[in-house]
């Protein structure tokens, strides 16, 4: 059984920083795709950032390039999303989301339970 621990939210001002991170457990992930949604009240959930569990292959959507690297440790099971320059309208809650496969759409099979985000102006 899959299960994604986030961690790292919090509330921060306009142009601040936070580092959010993804404890995955239950299997090897080799093959897998891992990454980040986010969700703003009263809108969709969104993709944010993917990254390869083998080869570290980083996938991000526009809003974010730039600003967010995504990366994972091997050794801790671990993935990341730093986020820099952020602004009020990244406020979100954020899931951690995995799927088996690296090719095609990045439709997850697996979430965690997410974590808040708040960017004051």
């Known amino acids: 059984q899959v299960q994604l621990l986030e961690s790292g939210g919090g509330l921060v001002q306009a142009g601040g920083s936070l580092r959010l991170s993804c404890l995955a457990s239950?299997?090897?992930?080799?093959?897998?795709?891992l990454g980040w949604f986010r969700q703003a009240p009263g809108k969709e959930r969104e993709f944010v950032a993917a990254?390869?569990?083998?080869?570290?292959?980083?996938y991000y959507a526009d809003s974010v390039k730039g600003r967010f690297t995504i990366s994972r440790d091997k050794a801790k099971n671990t993935v990341y999303l730093q986020m820099n320059t952020l602004k009020p309208n990244d406020t979100a809650v954020y899931y951690c989301?995995?799927?088996?496969?690296?090719?095609?759409?990045?439709?997850?099979?697996?979430w965690g339970l997410g974590t808040q985000v708040t960017v004051s102006s």
């Open positions: 990254i390869t569990w083998n080869l570290g292959r980083t």
């Open positions: 989301a995995a799927t088996y496969g690296v090719a095609g759409d990045f439709l997850p099979n697996y």
């Open positions: 239950g299997r090897t992930f080799s093959g897998y795709r």
